[in-house]
C-alpha cells in the first residue's frame, strides 16, 4: 500500500507540474507556419515542490500483515524477557513478552535454537524454574501448569505467538518449549520482569 501512495502521489505531482505549463493548440490556422502555438496564460499555476515532506506513514488498514520485526509497531514494548536453558534437549536464546497495540505476543530471538523432535509446542509455565523443579530426563510438566500457546514454528531464529487474551500473564513465570506426545521439555526461559 505504501507503494501505492508513493505512486499516486508521484502521479499527481506530475499532472499538477504539467497542468502549470501553457497549454499548447493543436489548430494549425492558429499559426502561419501550422506549428502549434502557446496559449498565454495570465498567471501561472502553481508548481508543487518537495519542499515540505509528503506523509508516507502506513494507516493500520494499509499496514502489511507480517510478523517481520521491520515492519512491526513503533508501539511494541518489552514486558518480559528471559534465556532459555537446557531441558531434555539442549536449547538456547532469549525469550521475550511483548505488548503491541493491546495484544501480548511471546517472541523468540533470533539467536533461539533448540532440537528437533515430534509435536512441539511453545508454552507459558506457571514454574519460574521448569528445569528445576521437574525431573530428568524428560522434565515432565503438570497439565495445571501450563497453557499451550501453539506449535513451535521452526527449531531456529525469530519467531512470534500471540498470547490469548484469555490468558493472565501474571499466572505465568516462563516460556518453555515442549513436546506433547512424550510430555518432555526441551528448554525454558524464565521470564525476568
Known amino acids: 500500500m505504501k507503494l501505492l501512495s508513493v505512486v499516486s502521489t508521484l502521479s499527481l505531482l506530475a499532472i499538477a507540474c504539467t497542468s502549470s505549463l501553457p497549454s499548447q493548440s493543436a489548430d494549425p490556422a492558429a499559426s502561419p507556419s501550422g506549428a502549434p502555438t502557446a496559449t498565454a496564460a495570465a498567471e501561472p499555476a502553481p508548481v508543487p515542490t518537495l519542499a515540505q515532506p509528503i506523509e508516507l506513514a502506513a494507516t493500520p488498514a494499509d499496514a502489511?500483515?507480517?510478523?517481520?520485526?521491520?515492519?512491526?509497531?513503533?508501539?511494541?514494548?518489552?514486558?518480559a524477557m528471559g534465556q532459555f536453558v537446557d531441558g531434555e534437549h539442549p536449547t538456547r536464546g532469549s525469550a521475550k513478552v511483548v505488548t503491541e497495540n493491546g495484544l501480548l505476543y511471546v517472541?523468540?530471538?533470533?539467536?533461539?535454537?533448540?532440537?528437533?523432535?515430534?509435536?512441539?509446542?511453545?508454552?507459558?509455565?506457571?514454574?519460574?524454574?521448569?528445569?528445576?523443579?521437574?525431573q530428568p530426563p524428560a522434565y515432565a510438566i503438570q497439565e495445571?501448569?501450563?497453557?499451550?500457546?501453539?506449535?513451535?514454528?521452526?527449531?531456529?531464529?525469530?519467531?512470534?505467538?500471540?498470547?490469548?487474551?484469555?490468558?493472565?500473564?501474571?499466572d505465568f513465570q516462563s516460556v518453555a518449549i515442549w513436546c506433547r506426545r512424550f510430555n518432555a521439555t526441551f528448554g525454558a526461559a524464565s521470564l525476568q520482569r
Open 64 to 79: 502489511p500483515a507480517s510478523d517481520s520485526a521491520s515492519t512491526r509497531s513503533a508501539e511494541e514494548s518489552l514486558v
Open 107 to 134: 517472541e523468540l530471538g533470533e539467536d533461539f535454537q533448540t532440537d528437533r523432535g515430534p509435536d512441539l509446542f511453545v508454552i507459558l509455565h506457571r514454574s519460574d524454574d521448569v528445569i528445576g523443579t521437574t
Open 144 to 170: 495445571a501448569d501450563y497453557v499451550s500457546l501453539a506449535p513451535l514454528q521452526a527449531t531456529t531464529g525469530e519467531q512470534r505467538y500471540a498470547i490469548p487474551a484469555t490468558v493472565n500473564l501474571a
